[in-house]
């Protein structure tokens, strides 16, 4: 059984096909990978997967259950987690308390207690991510850099089986992908349960790490196999012609 | 009795389509909520009767002018400063519309007359209708029409399209978004002026009120909201319906004439409810 | 002993107070408070203070709906004037006590909020302003005119009602008639004042728990917050029910403040938008903001104006005309220039008198502990 299986899924938006058929799956954990030129799909398709869309047809199964078209927040509470392309902090709260949104706080066990576990939870996982200094800092505060890896921290505090990751390097500087590719490969090797999906443009950072890579253009899949041979296919140069690879 | 619902609906219908799309040019065109809509058609009624001795060409000209220009200087002075921050544009906006009253109240009292601009009546399928009725309904229908091909064909009306559908990009090609929204807020103003000139003239035995602005922008709402904010063609349709609406009510239920007051509100909730966006407004997918 | 455990106690309060200044401001305003009747008796300002302290719960109450989750309700008289009725339709045809027919109304709100709450829960931005700005009207209306009249009173309204706290209690003690009066408006105003209190900090606690976390976070970012597991519709409901049983708690008691209900209390003009500009003049998003912006919204209305000199050139109904338009003017420009509110505007630059960066008492708690967890 896949962890994650996508069977068939469309999305038509009007008169516009956005994610036409397109089928694959997700292994316990694989890290595998998304790309596509602009336009090519990949957010729809995360947001097919994650709730936040209907699809127009087609299905998605996670860990052998049916979760086609439920809410994005059920959806999360199975344990699929995303990041957005454009990040989105909760500009009024400190960090901290951003990543503690997500955590599952127990309940019945007495306020006072969870209050300080959830701290402690949050702080650890700031610690991962490298931001435990700015644990009070409102977010509204923080730079783009430090955002891309609070939303990460933000998506791991809800213990997710799978973790989806739209567009991770985006804006990132050198340094910063290379510590964001470390801590990704580190989390790929601790958890070893769990799936991972990232969709990415900067092919040069997507293609060291993962072991598949998934080609989408105009919503099909194109291509679809390991990262020597995807960069050796004719149709995908042909799509990113001009483009680095 | 049918005929006279008839006719005096679509009369109705015609003005009200040009009180409300003012409302609806503001709301597209810079996305602000202007409480103060209703206060624009409630000062129009009086500028015009307090420009009547001009005679009454000249004070139905100058009447939009001038409160076209204030609604352009009010905005400049206390909307631009903040724009995006909608619930502090609702607080001032209704702020605003106390002002003018109290204004109006301290410098005219209660109430003013409005003279008509024509006498007589003819009859029209059996209903006596005033010439003033049909002559409102008819400058009114001509000048929705006009702005309707205004905004379609002219450059600053397509410059009014662009920064309704996308604000960031109309800035990036030139348009100055600040001019943009006094001009608006101007013709908005001046239309509101008018409907509320026509109404007062026709509709109200001649009568307008200090306290006048609650309800049309209840009616302003109500329609814009049927019709689909943002959509001229849906203010069109909306006014009518509304018009009819009132009609109906104010004749065939008990208490007509109490509650018709009430009709605009209840259609709006109920719009809202059950297809917020109305007949021809815009849809969003996510968010 | 004593000493130590009193010390220990004070120095714990004061890190919790007086190192974060929006809860000084807050405490220095109800020890104001507290002793305002002893320093400046006399029945007027008591009167203003006495409503103040209501119409304040009813703005914090509303706050928390907007300012927290982000929903915009133009309508919080609709509870306001629930609770009004509730417990005057419950004293006409059970003749019921006051301190059993506030509870019954409330308990009302607490089951009406929730209906009103899920149509409004789909519905977004200015649409939900104007559905919420309708409803009250919509009661009103059929209030007044609706086929219920002969039970609501219509215009003219219910009452008179029982007081909160009525001259019999002391003149059983042994003062007359004429002696209780002062007495009674001097308890109404300190009974309003412990309401207040206690409403303030019940309200605190909650904004400042998990689930208060959870509505900025909506108020933020609606997505993103879906994306965190959270379920956004239950939490928007919860706070439309804890914002509505609030606004009804305040109007049942001001219903026998005032002994008399009718359609006032559901009004636009007098209690929906005075509310939102009383929240905005003191600071939206905080507890103390709608606190200090409904004082300041008072003094301004009944004091400064009334006191203010009558230009001599005015007739007297002209001076009340000029009034409301000077007040809407001055509302107008301290909206214009402080739009985030009085009240944030002095805590800010109180924060920013303080070192940058200083971590509050909660953090440097946190971070001790998680570091002495580590070592173990």
Redesign the interface.
């Given at each position: 059984m896949h962890l994650l299986e996508v069977e068939n899924l469309t999305k038509r938006f009007g008169g516009l096909t956005a994610v036409n058929e397109v089928s694959f799956h997700v292994d316990e954990g694989e890290l595998v990978g998304i790309m596509g030129p602009n336009g090519a799909g990949k957010t729809t398709l995360f947001n097919l997967i994650s709730g936040f869309l209907r699809p127009t047809s087609g299905t998605v199964k996670f860990k052998g259950e049916n979760i086609t078209g439920l809410a994005p927040h059920k959806i999360v509470n199975k344990g699929i987690a995303r990041t957005f392309q454009i990040v989105r902090p909760f500009r009024h709260l400190p960090v901290i308390a951003n990543v503690m949104v997500s955590l599952k706080s127990p309940r019945g066990a007495r306020k006072i207690e969870w209050l300080k576990t959830d701290e402690r939870k949050a702080l650890d996982l700031l610690e991962d991510v490298g931001l435990s200094e700015l644990m009070l800092e409102p977010a509204e505060n923080v730079g783009h850099g430090d955002l891309k890896r609070l939303e990460m921290a933000r998506a791991l505090a809800t213990e997710p089986d799978l973790l989806m990751l739209d567009e991770p390097f985006g804006g990132l500087n050198p340094l910063e992908t290379d510590f964001l590719t470390k801590s990704i490969l580190r989390m790929h090797l601790d958890e070893s349960s769990r799936g991972i999906v990232i969709v990415e443009h900067k092919l040069y950072a997507l293609m060291k790490i993962v072991e598949r890579v998934i080609v989408l253009h105009q919503g099909e899949k194109i291509a679809e196999g390991k990262p020597e041979e995807i960069a050796k296919n004719k149709k995908v140069i042909e799509v990113y012609m001009g483009k680095e690879m | 009795m049918i005929e006279g619902i008839i006719i005096n609906g679509a009369i109705l219908g015609g003005i009200y389509a040009l009180l409300a799309v003012g409302f609806t040019l503001i709301?597209g065109v810079s996305g602000v909520?202007n409480l103060a809509h209703g206060a624009f058609f409630m000062l129009g009624a009086f500028m015009f009767s307090a420009f009547g001795p001009l005679g009454v060409i000249p004070a139905l000209i100058l009447a939009p002018i001038f409160v076209g220009a204030i609604g352009s200087i009010v905005y400049r002075l206390?909307i631009h400063?903040?724009l995006g921050?909608?619930?502090?544009i609702?607080?001032?906006t209704?702020?605003?519309a106390?002002?003018f009253q109290?204004?109006i109240?301290?410098r005219f009292g209660f109430s003013a007359h409005v003279a008509p601009l024509v006498e007589g009546w003819t009859i029209i399928g059996g209903v006596r209708v005033s010439y003033m009725k049909l002559l409102a309904c008819a400058l009114s229908l001509g000048l929705f029409f006009s702005l309707w091909i205004f905004i379609t064909k002219s450059k600053i009306g397509k410059a009014m399209r662009a920064v309704s559908q996308d604000r960031e990009a109309a800035m990036l090609m030139g348009v100055n978004t600040e001019r943009l929204y006094m001009l608006t807020m101007a013709a908005s103003a001046a239309f509101a002026t008018l409907a509320g000139v026509f109404i007062a003239s026709s509709l109200l035995a001649g009568q307008a009120s200090a306290y006048m602005w609650l309800q049309p922008l209840?009616t302003s709402?109500a329609i814009v909201?049927l019709g689909g904010?943002g959509s001229i063609k849906g203010t069109l349709i909306g006014a009518f319906i509304i018009a009819y609406a009132e009609h109906l009510v104010a004749n065939l239920a008990p208490?007509g004439g109490?509650?018709v007051?009430?009709v605009p509100?209840?259609i709006?909730?109920l719009i809202?409810?059950i297809r917020?966006k109305g007949l021809f407004g815009k849809r969003i997918?996510?968010? | 002993m004593v000493a130590t455990y009193v010390k220990r106690a004070y120095s714990s309060f004061a890190a919790h107070v007086f190192d974060v200044p929006p809860r000084l401001l807050a405490l220095l305003l109800f020890i104001l408070l507290l002793f305002c009747p002893l320093v400046k008796p006399g029945q007027s300002i008591q009167l203003i203070l006495r409503d103040t302290f209501f119409f304040a719960m009813l703005a914090v109450s509303w706050d928390l709906l907007v300012g927290r989750t982000g929903q915009i309700s133009l309508g919080h008289a609709l509870f306001f004037g629930i609770g009004a009725y509730g417990t005057a339709l419950l004293y006409q045809y059970l003749a019921l006590p006051p301190w059993i027919t506030i509870p019954i109304a409330i308990l009302i709100g607490i089951s009406v909020a929730p209906l009103i709450g899920l149509p409004c829960l789909r519905v977004k931005g200015p649409y939900l302003a104007l559905v919420t700005m309708a409803l009250p009207l919509i009661l009103s209306a059929v209030i007044k005119y609706g086929p219920i009249t002969h039970i609501t009173g219509g215009e003219m309204g219910i009452g008179p009602l029982p007081p909160l706290i009525p001259t019999e209690l002391f003149q059983r003690i042994g003062f007359s008639y004429r002696e209780s009066l002062p007495l009674v408006e001097l308890a109404n105003y300190y009974l309003a004042l412990v309401l207040l209190f206690v409403f303030s900090v019940v309200l605190y606690k909650i904004a400042n728990s998990k689930t208060g976390m959870i509505f900025v976070s909506i108020l933020d970012d609606e997505l993103a917050s879906k994306a965190c597991g959270i379920n956004v519709t239950r939490y928007k409901l919860m706070a439309f029910t804890i914002s509505g049983l609030f606004a009804t708690m305040t109007g049942a008691f001001y219903a026998h403040l005032v002994t008399i209900v009718n359609p006032w209390f559901l009004s636009l003009m007098h209690i929906s938008f005075p509310t939102i500009i009383r929240t905005f003049l003191g600071g939206i998003g905080t507890i103390y903001g709608p606190l200090v912006g409904t004082h300041i919204y008072f003094i301004l209305d009944r004091y400064v104006l009334e006191k203010m000199v009558q230009l001599p050139f005015l007739t007297y109904t002209q001076w009340t005309y000029t009034r409301l338009l000077i007040f809407a003017a001055i509302v107008i420009v301290l909206i214009i220039k402080w739009p985030r509110g009085i009240a944030r505007f002095v805590t800010d630059k109180l924060q920013d008198l303080e070192e940058a960066r200083d971590l509050d008492e909660r953090g440097k708690w946190i971070w001790k502990t998680y570091k002495k967890k580590k070592m173990e």
């Open positions: - | 709301y909520v206390t400063p903040i921050d909608d619930v502090a609702m607080v001032v209704v702020s605003l106390l002002i109290q204004l109240l301290l209840f709402f909201v904010l208490q109490q509650i007051a009430a509100i209840v709006m909730v809202i409810l917020p997918e996510m968010e | -």
